[in-house]
């Protein structure tokens, strides 16, 4: 089960990745909102204004480095999973 210091761990990890993609990293959901653990962890992936784009497919095959692993979706919304805790990444331009 998630808990709010294993999310930010998660976030601060993925932080130091995403900038290289044109994004930046956001907690949201019930592991920042809610006390007591949680099910799975809501991640926002938005772009950097200055950025064209998110590099969606090279921010997942970077993080595969700190063990986060995609396992589906596509747009807006896309699974994943890190240390056997499941993820959802929310894309918003996509």
């Known amino acids: ?38 099910k799975d962890c809501d991640i926002l992936v938005y772009r950097i204004r200055q950025a064209p784009a998110v590099d969606a497919a090279g921010f997942f095959e970077a993080i595969k480095q700190i063990g986060v692993e995609k396992k589906s979706g596509f747009g807006w919304c896309r699974k994943a999973e890190w240390q056997g805790l499941s993820i959802d990444f929310f894309f918003p331009e996509d």
Request: aromatic share 8%.
């Open 1 to 38: 089960m998630w808990t709010q210091d294993k999310a930010i761990e998660l976030c601060i990890a993925l932080e130091a990745i995403a900038p290289q993609f044109g994004a930046h990293i956001g907690l949201t959901g019930g592991c920042l909102y809610k006390q007591g653990e949680r």
